[in-house]
C-alpha cells in the first residue's frame, strides 16, 4: 500500500522538490468539503495504483518521447494533479471548476490548483501539460473583452476525458452516474428557472399597477329589488331597513 505522508526524511533526500520514491505525496481533499460520489472515491483509488505500475496509463507513460518509463516525481506531480482536478469534477459534464447559482461554472486557476495539489506552480503546469498531451484532460481558455484592443484571461474550464474511466473500468458505472447528475442538475435548473420566472412576473405586476392612472370612481353600485342600479348608500340603508325588527 502506498504511503501518502511525508516527513522531514523526504525533505532531505535530495530531491529539489521535496520527492522521495518510496513515500510519495498525493492530493489530500480539504477537511471541510463535503462528500464526494462514491466513484469519483473509488476511481481516485485505482488511478493511485499508476505510481507503482505506469503500464497502467500507457499514454501519460510515454508521453515524455522515451522508450523510458516516466520519472517517479513525474508520475507524482501528475497524479496528485489529476486527483485535485478529479475532485472538483462534475459528474454530469465531467468539467472542472465550482458551480454557481446560475448554473454556471467557475474554473480554477493554474496557482489555485497547483497550492491544492501540494505543487509548485512550475511543477504544476508541466504535469498538466504531460495529462493534455496524453488525452486524459481537454482545456478550454476563456477570454473577456476590456475593450476593441484588449482581453483579459480568465480561468480556463478543463475536461476530464470519459475514457479515462473507460481505460480504468469504470465507463458503466460512469454513464450510470452521468445520467443521474444530469437528472437532478435538469430538475435543479427547472426548479431555478421557475423563480426566475416567478420573480421576473410578480416585477412586471408591481410594474403594471404604478403605470395605471388614479382617478376618482364611483362608488360600488348594487341591484335593488327592482333591478334598478343603487349606489352602496342607497343599498346599505335599504338593507338598514330590512333588518329593523318589525313593531307593527
Same mark, same amino acid.
Given at each position: 500500500?502506498?504511503?501518502?505522508?511525508?516527513?522531514?526524511?523526504?525533505?532531505?533526500?535530495?530531491?529539489?522538490?521535496?520527492?522521495?520514491?518510496?513515500?510519495?505525496?498525493?492530493?489530500?481533499?480539504?477537511?471541510?468539503?463535503?462528500?464526494?460520489?462514491?466513484?469519483?472515491?473509488?476511481?481516485?483509488?485505482?488511478?493511485?495504483?499508476?505510481?507503482?505500475?505506469?503500464?497502467?496509463?500507457?499514454?501519460?507513460?510515454?508521453?515524455?518521447?522515451?522508450?523510458?518509463?516516466?520519472?517517479?516525481?513525474?508520475?507524482?506531480?501528475?497524479?496528485?494533479?489529476?486527483?485535485?482536478?478529479?475532485?472538483?469534477?462534475?459528474?454530469?459534464?465531467?468539467?472542472?471548476?465550482?458551480?454557481?447559482?446560475?448554473?454556471?461554472?467557475?474554473?480554477?486557476?493554474?496557482?489555485?490548483?497547483?497550492?491544492?495539489?501540494?505543487?509548485?506552480?512550475?511543477?504544476?503546469?508541466?504535469?498538466?501539460?504531460?495529462?493534455?498531451?496524453?488525452?486524459?484532460?481537454?482545456?478550454?481558455?476563456?477570454?473577456?473583452?476590456?475593450?476593441?484592443?484588449?482581453?483579459?484571461?480568465?480561468?480556463?474550464?478543463?475536461?476530464?476525458?470519459?475514457?479515462?474511466?473507460?481505460?480504468?473500468?469504470?465507463?458503466?458505472?460512469?454513464?450510470?452516474?452521468?445520467?443521474?447528475?444530469?437528472?437532478?442538475?435538469?430538475?435543479?435548473?427547472?426548479? *431555478? %428557472?421557475? /423563480?426566475? !420566472?416567478?420573480?421576473?412576473?410578480?416585477?412586471? @405586476?408591481?410594474? $403594471?399597477?404604478? &403605470?395605471?392612472?388614479?382617478?376618482?370612481?364611483?362608488?360600488?353600485?348594487?341591484?335593488? *329589488? %327592482?333591478? /334598478?342600479? !343603487?349606489?352602496?348608500?342607497?343599498?346599505?340603508? @335599504?338593507?338598514? $331597513?330590512?333588518? &329593523?325588527?318589525?313593531?307593527?
Amino acid at each position: 500500500m502506498l504511503n501518502y505522508t511525508t516527513n522531514e526524511t523526504n525533505r532531505k533526500s535530495g530531491n529539489k522538490c521535496g520527492h522521495c520514491p518510496s513515500t510519495p505525496r498525493f492530493f489530500k481533499a480539504p477537511e471541510d468539503h463535503g462528500k464526494r460520489p462514491l466513484l469519483l472515491l473509488r476511481f481516485i483509488i485505482v488511478l493511485l495504483t499508476y505510481y507503482p505500475n505506469p503500464t497502467l496509463l500507457p499514454l501519460l507513460n510515454a508521453v515524455n518521447g522515451s522508450t523510458r518509463q516516466q520519472r517517479s516525481e513525474r508520475r507524482e506531480a501528475c497524479l496528485a494533479l489529476l486527483c485535485c482536478i478529479l475532485h472538483y469534477t462534475e459528474l454530469a459534464t465531467l468539467r472542472v471548476g465550482i458551480p454557481q447559482a446560475d448554473g454556471s461554472m467557475a474554473g480554477l486557476t493554474m496557482p489555485y490548483l497547483a497550492k491544492l495539489a501540494g505543487l509548485g506552480e512550475r511543477r504544476a503546469e508541466r504535469a498538466m501539460h504531460d495529462l493534455v498531451a496524453a488525452g486524459i484532460l481537454t482545456v478550454h481558455t476563456i477570454c473577456v473583452k476590456i475593450s476593441d484592443t484588449v482581453y483579459k484571461g480568465v480561468a480556463a474550464i478543463r475536461t476530464v476525458s470519459e475514457h479515462l474511466f473507460t481505460a480504468l473500468g469504470f465507463g458503466a458505472w460512469l454513464r450510470h452516474e452521468r445520467r443521474k447528475a444530469a437528472e437532478r442538475k435538469a430538475k435543479k435548473d427547472k426548479k *431555478r %428557472n421557475q /423563480k426566475n !420566472a416567478a420573480n421576473i412576473q410578480m416585477g412586471l @405586476n408591481a410594474l $403594471n399597477n404604478k &403605470k395605471q392612472p388614479k382617478t376618482e370612481t364611483e362608488p360600488e353600485i348594487a341591484v335593488t *329589488r %327592482n333591478n /334598478k342600479m !343603487a349606489t352602496a348608500a342607497e343599498y346599505l340603508a @335599504n338593507i338598514k $331597513n330590512l333588518l &329593523k325588527p318589525d313593531t307593527g
